[in-house]
């Protein structure tokens, strides 16, 4: 870049400012050519970006617990899980038929293969999600009225 500001540049870098701070990112970055040897390249970011925490490797027993069976051992990532029922589409998921109304099922309901488990909006169609085989629900993974991507687990049937 040669060594004369551009304001248009200061101009610019101060819109990715205010683009970050409206739509709560963390960090853009652009790079904008001039010609053969002039160019400008940004980063503009808002602190450090920290890693998630991870949990420790072997987590001490709480006190006064008495170890039990191990049959509900809940997986740090439940889409890992042969028994997770995914999403087939990303939309809106929905626990109930219509708000106010009691949800399809619960954690520890039995249900039968082709029972609707809830209901995923995708451009304003509601798509019934069905239980791929009998089973009982063992958890529920997302709150009523959450947005989902495509293949996220949705819950768990055992």
């Known amino acids: 870049m040669t060594d004369t500001p551009h304001e248009t540049d200061v101009t610019f870098i101060k819109a990715l400012a205010e683009l970050l701070r409206e739509n709560d990112l963390t960090e853009l970055r652009v790079k904008r050519e001039y010609g053969e040897d002039d160019s400008l390249d940004v980063r503009v970011s808002r602190g450090h970006v920290l890693p998630p925490p991870q949990p420790p490797a072997n987590p001490a027993p709480a006190p006064n617990t008495i170890p039990g069976p191990k049959s509900v051992d809940t ?84």
């Open 75 to 158: 997986p740090a990532d439940p889409a890992s899980e042969a028994d997770a029922v995914t999403s087939p589409m990303v939309g809106t998921a929905y626990l109930a038929p219509e708000p106010g109304a009691a949800n399809f099922v619960g954690p520890g309901d039995a249900v039968q293969e082709g029972q609707t488990l809830l209901i995923v909006e995708a451009m304003k169609t509601m798509n019934h999600i069905p239980a791929p085989r009998a089973g009982v629900v063992r958890r529920i993974l997302i709150e009523d009225g959450a947005p989902v991507e495509y293949g996220a687990p949705l819950m768990i049937l055992e």
